[in-house]
């Protein structure tokens, strides 16, 4: 039930406004007291130093989503930065029906069909809970009962989902000049959790990129 060495696992913290930040972080190492993950890292690629004694969240795969409550322990001063995490009891790990809120910026194309029409739009974000989508024209309407289609491409190859779902919200960006429509899914093909290994995937690509203009930016 505990994740594994170098895998890719969901850091929640409370910020403080009480506001959750998530960060995509890696298994460092798992002992029978504690686990070690690498430090979250902020936007211009700076390790952010977790308070010790704060709680936080992890989440991860294993055939589902799981995720349990833990405590900062201290920092490690590694070659990477490291974060020391209390190990929780077995029965302290649950599983997670579906994770809605582990939200990333995306370049993907989904296919929508809506009645007798058909048409693509452009995502701007996505999560396992639904999506944000532009489009030059207003296509959507709010309630909108949608069926759309898109092609996630996951480390292990692309795997095309299926998805039903509903129109949350509909607004103009004058700036932008496009329409936004917020999507809430309903059902999901094969699964959600699809959809959260792509999202903690391009999260760590997007983190791995910062870092290497960082280092760049240092020679």
């Keep these: 039930m505990y994740p594994k060495k170098f895998q890719d696992v969901i ?92 939200r990333v910026p995306v370049t993907l194309r989904t296919t929508v069909q809506v009645g007798a029409d058909t048409f693509r739009l452009n995502l701007l974000d996505l999560s396992a809970g639904g999506f944000l989508a532009c489009a030059s024209k207003q296509l959507l309407g709010e309630g909108d009962v949608i069926h759309g289609s898109l092609t996630l491409d996951l480390e292990k190859g692309e795997c095309p989902i299926q998805y039903s779902g509903t129109v949350s919200r509909v607004t103009y960006e004058p700036t932008e000049g496009d329409w936004q429509f917020g999507v809430e899914f309903q059902e999901v093909s094969p699964n959600a959790d699809r959809i959260v290994r792509y999202c903690m995937e391009r999260q760590r690509r997007f983190l791995r990129t910062l870092r290497t203009l960082e280092q760049s930016n240092q020679m």
């Design 11 to 102: 850091l929640t913290a409370i910020d403080v406004r009480d506001s959750e930040i998530e960060h995509a972080v890696r298994v460092d190492d798992v002992t029978d007291e504690t686990i070690l993950v690498t430090a979250p890292f902020d936007a211009n690629g700076y390790a952010i130093l977790l308070p010790v004694g704060s709680r936080v969240n992890v989440g991860y795969m294993l055939d589902g989503y799981v995720s349990f409550d833990t405590v900062v322990l201290e920092h490690k001063k590694e070659r990477v930065p490291l974060v020391e995490l209390a190990k929780p009891a077995r029965d302290q790990i649950r599983r997670v029906q579906r994770r809605q809120n582990f």
